[in-house]
């Protein structure tokens, strides 16, 4: 089949971009949406053009490093689904498509169709984790674990931290990610201890990154290729009021001798 | 010259081995201990638990990964599992029949020491993850929920749903995080080692470029260690990430590292079949569907009827006929030959007839659908959107596909290389699995490699080294980061009128049909001949387009398709000079009557370790012999 | 940076209020205060239906109050204040979120009401004002005669343009609880599958409700329903 694609092409973060037309003709309606455009690329290639770059790795939905925007929705018209896992057969013969990368200011474009999510690295480092050294955790089975809270932990950690929640959301927000994390460690009894400063740390890193805010469309849920839920949202709203409401300054005595 | 291949297994009893070792091992103290530099090149299960581990104890740490997130690790699509001999299940379990399952599972073609001491601190595995939040499944009452896998006959396998590596990996991920927020970790994400460097004898630094910019970068340390995965890759089509390269390990062995039996490689039975020419990789479908899937070819060769069509007696349901006794459950490598036999002979399915039949009619009849949703219902789904079909009411078609290496460079009882202050962790190194690996047990060697056996064994070694002493002026830094440049202007100045992909693609095809599945003489060496010509066409006339200060993933793709070039060649070699049948590997002329592999033991009880000896030079094969001393060498029967 | 820097009450209300989700929480309680008042405020001028006189005392009973009208006065002032403070604020926010719109954007979930938010908040303050001339200091109104409610509503709404403007506004000001009342929930963090789906509900109900009672009065004065 014929489709056409209309792509966004940048050099680089400092020069400007524009979309580019190509007409591909012989589609196979069992490639997977990358595989089309790695046969677009190898045709660039042999013409002596510049391929078109774009982020993957896996191709299996899981890596999290695929996601660009399919007719205005990050990883395309069908849900549930990374791009590198969507298949052309849910395209017609002549569609006409247009890829953008993720744009939000906290998302730099790199190139083309890439662009720059190291944020999320610096909001996991400003607190998305358990304080734990290799070595002093205690025997697996002694701290039981509601079977509930374990299946809600794993929805919500099921995140693959892709972005596409922040592309599709209208004010360009992180809540989807930041609160997935949020949910996921403060849901277990491990997690606890460090609940308030997670939350606090978190959003603020997050506020600082200049991600927007939620204005709770819901549009971040219905696209999220794992179907991590608004509700993580509520919950980070929750800690995090409550985190302030009840903060304490941190002892500045040291504890060594 | 050749390798003085010291295993350094402590003495003692086996399961005093570990004890021992720990006990006799130097300690830097917890001041001096940030004088000391470590690079970590990977951010896998392996890489990012020793980074974050390495960086807890106080040393200074940078950590590499080429990917965009030190999360995005291919560690990360691991679906069925973790195994520990916790022994939860009260079944039977320990960590002798852990480690004799492990041993036994590789064919024993692995090191007794090392496999006993992986199924040792399984146990501590559990523990650590647990504590980081790992979603573990559970049971109502609290506790952490097992299944079996692979066949074991206990059930110690601990799972995040189908997403374990995920799961695992994350964690990992966030105590790596914790510590660069503690600026303990530096981490260079969107950077490839290209170059390790060895300043007198010793592995003191590598040479990096940043995907970004191009910038090439030299990084000083007092030691190194590589996690960087394995080179499934270098068959083009695999279940591995594309960007999973064998670059960081091959430029290791051009330095000086042994490379341990580069043969070794698993093939998984069950993957999603070829589609065409643009298939870009292979997904793996989970084993377990052949608990009730049952796996036919039609009866006629060329049969293009729809496989609903085919009444029931012309189908042949080759492995319950080969292999009465096991049927559909045999081992992964008994089922993937026997698939690529059907198929060689003209029964296989689908496009390409590279495909048998995976059937749930019975199943379905005999369970119900809902049983059947039950069990599967997340795999049938990831099936359909693949291929678009229907697996409840057409068969699912499956191909065998290359999945893990268990080959790599070569380390001692300590993880280190041939090259001192080089180690080496996870699927880049050879130890564990020996020639064939057990399902869930890559993840817990990845863990056990970084969180608890490299943090001692580092130290050990850093507490005989001074720190520091030596900039990125040295002579040998400048030649590597010089070789790196012209390396990279050399691919960009060709021009050449094939892409990357071209060869790649060429190689995979010649790796998958002499090297892969069923070896043999003749095959090999016509690969052997085929492989050098490929390369030199490379160099001749490939087409890399860009240049080398930006971002160009055209190039990156180039410089790791040249390092398969020269890696494939030396697998050949080793499926050459290994003149047996073991585990993955099957050497057609070694076989039983009834067509098993047939190990020789007298003559290749060894790990095979080769050592570059200069460029156009033949390598030179080396062997570390194995002893058994505490297991009893058996023969595998699936009939 | 190991620990947060956080003092007493007021550094810490600012540390709040200056992250994204302090001002969405602002904004939802100064919603839901804003919520009752429209719905209080609806339910005394139904009573324009049960004749003047009901009316006419309801605004005096409301007139008695004294300061305590005034006390809810400042409290409402107050809330519109800040509700339309960290709405100014958390849309040059998403201004900044996404420097670069997208060439081309299409929206799965997202509604239209959650989608105008910025624009019915604006058109409803602009309508406030118009109200608060027109029927509570009479500025705005041709025959004003204080004390005399049901007249003025009468006098007022007789004018097609001043009824057909009410009848825009409150269309708008429902589309905007539409969404409104039910994301508070959300902001303030109450979510759960169990209830979630009926608190929407309610809020969709809600907002047809005060629609429909806000614009009947206009309505039945134009129509002569109520004279």
Redesign the interface.
């Known amino acids: 089949m014929k489709i056409i694609l209309n792509i966004w092409r940048q050099k680089n973060a400092s020069s400007p971009g524009r979309m580019v037309r190509y007409e591909l003709d012989n589609v196979n309606e069992h490639m997977s949406f990358l595989e089309m455009l790695d046969v677009l690329n190898e045709e660039l290639t042999r013409k002596g053009e510049d391929p078109v770059a774009f982020e993957h790795d896996c191709r299996e939905g899981i890596c999290g490093c695929c996601g660009f925007m399919i007719n205005g929705i990050p990883h395309g018209p069908e849900r549930g689904t990374t791009v590198c896992q969507l298949h052309m057969r849910h395209f017609q013969d002549g569609d006409e498509l247009w890829l953008e990368p993720f744009r939000a200011k906290a998302f730099p474009i790199i190139k083309d169709l890439m662009v720059d999510r190291s944020a999320f690295d610096r909001i996991i480092s400003a607190g998305g984790y358990i304080s734990i050294n290799t070595g002093s955790a205690p025997e697996a089975n002694s701290i039981p674990v509601k079977k509930q809270c374990a299946d809600r932990a794993m929805d919500a950690a099921a995140c693959i931290g892709c972005g596409a929640c922040v592309a599709a959301c209208p004010n360009a927000s992180a809540s989807l990610f930041v609160s997935a994390k949020i949910a996921h460690l403060g849901l277990l009894p491990q997690g606890e201890p460090e609940r308030d400063r997670r939350a606090l740390r978190m959003v603020l890193k997050m506020t600082e990154e200049g991600f927007g805010y939620c204005t709770n469309t819901g549009e971040c849920e219905a696209i999220c290729p794992k179907g991590v839920k608004i509700e993580n949202i509520a919950m980070m709203h929750r800690d995090f009021t409550r985190a302030v409401a009840l903060f304490r300054e941190e002892a500045k005595v040291g504890g060594t001798g | 010259m050749a390798f003085r291949l010291e295993s350094r297994i402590p003495s003692g009893p086996l399961e005093q081995k570990w004890e021992n070792a720990k006990r006799d091992m130097k300690l830097v103290s917890p001041a001096n201990r940030r004088k000391y530099s470590i690079l970590v090149v990977g951010s896998g299960l392996a890489g990012a638990s020793a980074a974050a581990t390495l960086g807890e104890l106080g040393y200074n740490v940078k950590c590499f990964c080429y990917q965009d997130s030190p999360r995005r690790a291919h560690s990360i699509a691991a679906q069925g599992g973790i195994n520990a001999a916790k022994n939860y299940q009260n079944d039977g379990d320990s960590v002798y029949r852990l480690f004799y399952d492990t041993i036994k599972g590789g064919d024993f073609r692995a090191r007794e020491a090392n496999v006993y001491r992986l199924a040792e601190v399984s146990v501590n595995i559990i523990d650590q993850c647990v504590a980081q939040g790992v979603p573990f499944a559970r049971e109502y009452g609290g506790t952490l929920a097992n299944r079996s896998f692979g066949g074991a006959q206990v059930s110690r396998t601990f799972y995040a749903r189908g997403q374990t590596g995920q799961q695992l990996l994350l964690g990992a991920y966030q105590a790596l995080q914790r510590q660069v927020d503690a600026g303990r970790v530096k981490m260079f994400a969107r950077h490839e080692m290209l170059d390790l460097v060895v300043v007198d004898g010793r592995a003191r630094g590598i040479v990096t470029r940043n995907l970004v910019t191009g910038a090439i970068d030299c990084h000083v340390a007092d030691a190194v260690i590589l996690a960087t995965g394995g080179y499934g890759n270098v068959f083009y089509l695999s279940t591995n990430a594309k960007g999973c390269n064998a670059t960081a390990i091959w430029r290791a062995y051009k330095r000086g590292a042994g490379f341990g039996n580069p043969c070794f490689t698993q093939i998984h039975p069950t993957c999603i079949p070829q589609s065409g020419d643009y298939q870009s990789k292979l997904t793996l479908m989970s084993e377990s569907l052949r608990n009730d899937g049952r796996i036919w070819v039609p009866k006629k060769k060329g049969d293009t009827r729809h496989p609903n069509d085919i009444p029931e007696e012309e189908r042949d349901y080759y492995l319950e006929r080969m292999y009465p006794a096991y049927g559909n459950l045999c081992p992964r490598d008994i089922a993937s030959r026997a698939a690529k036999v059907m198929c060689d002979q003209g029964y296989g399915v689908g496009p390409g007839g590279r495909g048998v039949y995976l059937d749930f009619r019975e199943a379905i009849q005999r369970l119900g659908r809902n049983t059947i949703e039950e069990r599967y219902g997340n795999l049938f789904e990831m099936y359909e959107r693949i291929t678009g079909e229907d697996p409840y009411t057409v068969p699912m078609r499956i191909y065998p596909a290359v999945h893990y290496t268990m080959g790599g460079l070569w380390v001692d009882y300590h993880l280190m290389s041939t090259i001192p202050g080089l180690f080496v962790l996870g699927e880049a190194n050879f130890s564990d699995h020996g020639a064939n690996r057990l399902g869930a047990s890559a993840l817990m060697q990845g863990l056990a490699d970084g969180y608890f056996i490299i943090p001692y064994t580092m130290g050990h070694f850093l507490a005989q080294v001074k720190p520091g002493g030596l900039d990125e002026s040295h002579p040998e830094f400048r030649a590597a980061r010089q070789a790196v440049e012209e390396r990279t202007k050399k691919l960009l100045s060709i021009r050449g009128k094939k892409t990357v992909d071209d060869f790649h693609r060429e190689l995979g095809r010649i790796m998958w049909e002499y090297c892969g599945m069923a070896r043999n003489a003749s095959g090999l060496k016509h690969a052997l001949q085929r492989i050098p010509e490929l390369r030199e066409e490379f160099w001749q006339n490939v087409n890399v387009p860009g240049s080398g200060d930006e971002m160009n993933q055209s190039l990156e793709k180039a410089g790791r398709v040249a390092d398969f070039l020269e890696l494939g060649e030396l697998m050949c070699l080793d499926a050459l000079e290994r003149e047996e049948s073991c585990g993955g590997h099957f050497r057609e002329e070694h076989q039983t009557e009834d067509g098993e592999a047939k190990r020789d033991d007298e003559r290749f009880c060894h790990v095979a370790v080769w050592e570059f000896a200069g460029e156009g030079k033949p390598p030179v094969r080396n062997v570390e012999p194995l002893n058994f001393e505490f297991v009893h060498l058996a023969q595998r029967s699936y009939k | 940076?190991g620990?947060?820097a956080?003092?007493g009450g007021l550094e810490?209300t600012a540390?709040?209020y200056?992250?994204?989700?302090?001002?969405?929480?602002v904004m939802a309680v100064t919603g839901c205060v804003l919520c009752l008042f429209v719905l209080g405020h609806m339910l005394g001028n139904l009573q324009i239906y049960q004749g003047p006189e009901k009316l006419n005392r309801y605004a005096e009973f409301l007139q008695g109050l004294g300061a305590g009208l005034w006390a809810v006065r400042l409290v409402l002032l107050a809330c519109v204040g800040l509700h339309i403070l960290s709405a100014y604020q958390?849309w040059r926010?998403?201004l900044?979120?996404?420097?670069?719109?997208?060439?081309?954007?299409?929206?799965?979930?997202?509604?239209y009401a959650?989608?105008t938010?910025i624009w019915s908040g604006p058109i409803v303050l602009a309508f406030i004002i118009y109200h608060l001339l027109h029927f509570t200091t009479g500025q705005a109104h041709p025959d004003f005669r204080r004390g005399d409610v049901y007249h003025n509503v009468i006098a007022g709404f007789s004018n097609p343009a001043a009824s057909l403007f009410y009848i825009a506004a409150n269309i708008l000001l429902a589309i905007h609880l539409y969404?409104g009342a039910?994301?508070m929930?959300?902001?303030?963090?109450?979510?759960?599958?169990r209830y979630?789906p009926w608190l929407k509900r309610l809020a969709k109900a809600y907002a047809w409700v005060i629609g429909i009672g806000n614009v009947s009065i206009p309505l039945a004065v134009l129509t002569g329903v109520v004279k």
């Open positions: 940076m620990t947060i956080l003092n810490k540390f709040f200056q992250s994204v989700v302090g001002k969405k929480v958390l926010l998403k900044s979120a996404r420097p670069t719109p997208y060439l081309k954007k299409s929206y799965v979930a997202t509604s959650a989608r938010m969404h039910w994301s929930f959300q902001s303030v963090g109450i979510n759960h599958p979630t």
